[in-house]
């Protein structure tokens, strides 16, 4: 099995802050990844937080161990459309040729664009570009001890109405206050409100759904609980949020440093700054003006272990609680010699 040892990034921003046991220092790895191993997690069919990982395998190209990541790209505004009807030729088309022209072929750009103008009308929430924020960073060395995240952490998102219909009328478990396991509990995800409160979070039939408010600026918390340090790579409405492509394990992540918690709060545009979390319609997400909305809703944490760390997995956690002191209740006869 090839692992990889690469710099990370280790975020000390204004949002980003380090303290043991609170907020801690992020850590985005650059570099390619170890190969993927036979046993990577099956992709869902729904919006996916790493969509690459449905597509064919692609040989990752090496960077680095000291380069910097690659800046998330903003926006680019979609261009003014011409007037008259969608399809409509251009003036000067229809001038040069003294009848009503046939529209020219859409390009990737417009079909790209077209995509989007066709759901302009999606309800519900989207993930925006948001305002510049401070978030200092430095560079860390990591060695994965496998291609392979030990465990994936998923979250979906929307507002009121569309929480109520994503849960279909059934019964769910209001956990506002708790953050959502992964590993046994060995490591926490919630998504916070400007303010740190937990937003109003429902689990239904193994789902976690978190209610946001257009407008409203997030934080994703991600916490660790023991004394090992693991690599969190985290991707939104289907988007790296290091370097703004579409979200893979094959990319580099945050540290999560022992007994700490880390504060992610915006795409990452450079060493020193982010582009904020803020709730907003599909169609002005960040996914969408990049060219695809198809997996706006949903946020993913893919954790790597650390090599040569003893990970404590759910199964082995249950065997510990689950151990007695006292197994027997009487006396066995000896063994037959």
Same mark, same amino acid.
């Given at each position: 099995?090839?692992?990889?040892? %690469?710099?990370?990034?280790?975020?000390?921003?204004?949002?980003?802050?380090?303290?043991?046991?609170?907020?801690?220092?992020?850590?985005?790895?650059?570099?390619?990844?170890?190969?993927?191993?036979?046993?990577?997690?099956?992709?869902?069919?729904?919006?996916?937080?790493?969509?690459?990982?449905?597509?064919?395998?692609?040989?990752?190209?090496?960077?680095?161990?000291?380069?910097?990541?690659?800046?998330?790209?903003?926006?680019?505004?979609?261009?003014?459309?011409?007037?008259?009807?969608?399809?409509?030729?251009?003036?000067?088309?229809?001038?040069?040729?003294?009848?009503?022209?046939?529209?020219?072929?859409? *390009?990737?750009?417009?079909? %790209?664009?077209?995509?989007?103008?066709?759901?302009?009308?999606?309800?519900?929430?989207?993930?925006?570009?948001?305002?510049?924020? %401070?978030?200092?960073?430095?560079?860390?060395?990591?060695?994965?001890?496998?291609?392979?995240?030990?465990?994936?952490?998923?979250?979906?998102?929307?507002?009121?109405?569309?929480?109520?219909?994503?849960?279909?009328?059934?019964?769910?478990?209001?956990?506002?206050?708790?953050?959502?396991?992964?590993?046994?509990?060995?490591? *926490?995800?919630?998504?916070?409100?400007?303010?740190?409160?937990?937003?109003?979070?429902?689990?239904?039939?193994?789902?976690?759904?978190?209610?946001?408010?257009?407008?409203?600026?997030?934080?994703?918390?991600?916490?660790?609980?023991?004394?090992?340090?693991?690599?969190?790579?985290?991707?939104?409405?289907?988007?790296?949020?290091?370097?703004?492509?579409?979200?893979?394990?094959?990319?580099?992540?945050?540290?999560?440093?022992?007994?700490? *918690?880390?504060?992610?709060?915006?795409?990452?545009?450079?060493?020193?700054?982010?582009?904020?979390?803020?709730?907003?319609?599909?169609?002005?997400?960040?996914?969408?003006?990049?060219?695809?909305?198809?997996?706006?809703?949903?946020?993913?944490?893919?954790?790597?272990?650390?090599?040569?760390?003893?990970?404590?997995?759910?199964?082995?956690?249950?065997?510990?609680?689950?151990?007695?002191?006292?197994?027997?209740?009487?006396?066995?006869?000896?063994?037959?010699?």
């Amino acid at each position: 099995m090839r692992t990889l040892k %690469s710099w990370s990034i280790v975020a000390v921003g204004l949002t980003a802050v380090a303290c043991a046991g609170g907020a801690s220092k992020p850590q985005a790895h650059t570099g390619a990844d170890p190969e993927p191993d036979a046993t990577t997690p099956a992709t869902p069919s729904g919006p996916s937080a790493f969509p690459e990982e449905s597509e064919a395998a692609q040989a990752p190209g090496s960077v680095g161990a000291a380069e910097a990541p690659a800046e998330a790209a903003p926006p680019t505004p979609a261009p003014a459309r011409a007037s008259g009807s969608r399809d409509e030729a251009p003036a000067a088309d229809k001038k040069s040729s003294g009848a009503a022209a046939e529209a020219p072929k859409a *390009t990737a750009e417009s079909r %790209s664009r077209r995509a989007i103008e066709k759901d302009e009308e999606r309800p519900g929430l989207g993930t925006q570009w948001g305002e510049t924020r %401070s978030s200092h960073v430095s560079n860390a060395p990591f060695e994965r001890a496998s291609g392979n995240p030990f465990a994936v952490t998923t979250v979906r998102y929307n507002d009121q109405n569309g929480i109520a219909a994503m849960l279909r009328g059934g019964s769910f478990v209001n956990v506002s206050a708790d953050s959502t396991p992964a590993a046994g509990g060995a490591l *926490t995800v919630r998504l916070l409100d400007e303010n740190g409160a937990p937003l109003p979070t429902f689990m239904d039939a193994g789902r976690t759904l978190v209610q946001g408010e257009h407008g409203r600026r997030y934080v994703i918390e991600v916490a660790n609980r023991t004394s090992s340090r693991f690599e969190a790579v985290v991707a939104v409405d289907g988007l790296d949020v290091v370097d703004g492509q579409p979200g893979s394990f094959a990319k580099r992540g945050y540290l999560i440093q022992p007994f700490a *918690t880390v504060e992610i709060d915006g795409f990452r545009q450079n060493l020193d700054e982010v582009a904020a979390f803020r709730f907003g319609s599909v169609r002005g997400s960040y996914a969408a003006r990049k060219g695809s909305d198809r997996n706006v809703g949903v946020i993913g944490v893919a954790f790597f272990a650390e090599r040569g760390a003893r990970v404590w997995n759910e199964r082995e956690l249950v065997r510990r609680e689950s151990a007695e002191p006292f197994p027997g209740r009487f006396a066995s006869p000896p063994i037959a010699r």
